[in-house]
């Protein structure tokens, strides 16, 4: 008696759901505007992305070339409503 041999079936995983909340406790989403501090310098960024621990951030206004997404952590931002990054945008234009 010969066994047939059936083909492996590949399960995918979900990926997982980080959430990630500011200092005031508001929950962080990709594309939200944020205040970040770094280098002893205040950025304002939108968010791109997430890890386990941490949040992937990318300033609007670009200062030099090298100024690209950077991780800090979650308690280290405050997300920033909409009419103050339209001014922020207006004003440094």
Not at 40 to 52: M, R, S
Not at 65 to 91: N, P, R, T
Request: net charge positive; with cysteine; proline share 6%.
């Amino acid at each position: 008696m010969t066994t047939v041999k059936t083909p492996k079936v590949r399960v995918l995983k979900p990926k997982p759901v980080y959430v990630h909340k500011d200092i005031l406790g508001r929950e962080l989403s990709i594309g939200s505007p944020v205040a970040v501090s770094r280098s002893n310098d205040l950025y304002l960024c939108k968010v791109v992305g997430f890890t386990p621990k941490m949040v992937k951030v990318e300033p609007i206004k670009k200062r030099w070339s090298g100024d690209s997404s950077f991780l800090k952590y979650g308690q280290d931002l405050a997300i920033l409503e909409g009419e103050e990054v339209f001014m922020y945008v207006l004003s440094n234009a």
